[in-house]
């Protein structure tokens, strides 16, 4: 199943122009990881449109301070950036439609998407249409969202993907949307 442009700006008014840029690459990613049921497809794109600010980021937004916590410290080891106040914060901000963040996440979807290490060195990849979707995407299917979404366990995946409940309510608001537009009856 493919979405439209049409349905898209219908589930993310505030994406406007972005949506034409985006639509072949969203298509795509979910085609590749089986992101391709109605239900699926409404969850993946409300959690996709929270993370994104509704297809108008694809990198994190901060300063440097605020990107100094990936940099130092137990996040940024838990990240698997090195100890040292290097850059790796800042190297390794979210990106992509989803925000892939540290260099831990980077190697593992740089090796899932290109079978290399390329994101270690090219992080800015993530800032392109199609391999912000593909990675938004792969990170879905690694962290087994397409069965969450199957049993409509909404909360659980924004769990996986934020780590709590932050922007739950711009999110479900999104999945009603989506579920609307996507969804011929309840539940499908």
Request: aromatic residues 8%.
């Amino acid at each position: 199943m493919s979405v439209t442009q049409d349905q898209l700006v219908n589930i993310l008014p505030n994406a406007r122009t972005q949506a034409g840029v985006f639509i072949s690459a969203l298509n795509a990613a979910m085609e590749r990881f089986l992101i391709n049921t109605p239900t699926r497809i409404a969850a993946f794109l409300a959690q996709v449109g929270h993370e994104s600010g509704q297809l108008q980021y694809v990198r994190e937004l901060g300063n440097n301070q605020y990107l100094s916590k990936y940099d130092t410290g137990t996040l940024a080891l838990r990240l698997g950036n090195t100890p040292e106040a290097d850059g790796d914060g800042q190297k390794y901000r979210g990106r992509g439609l989803i925000q892939i963040t540290g260099r831990s996440n980077y190697r593992q979807c740089s090796l899932g998407l290109f079978g290399d290490e390329r994101l270690l060195s090219l992080p800015e990849l993530l800032e392109q249409p199609q391999w912000a979707a593909e990675s938004a995407a792969w990170f879905w299917e690694q962290n087994g969202l397409n069965e969450l979404a199957d049993r409509d366990q909404f909360n659980t995946i924004t769990r996986r993907i934020n780590g709590g409940l932050n922007g739950l309510q711009d999110r479900l608001e999104i999945w009603a949307r989506a579920r609307a537009v996507l969804c011929q009856s309840p539940g499908e």
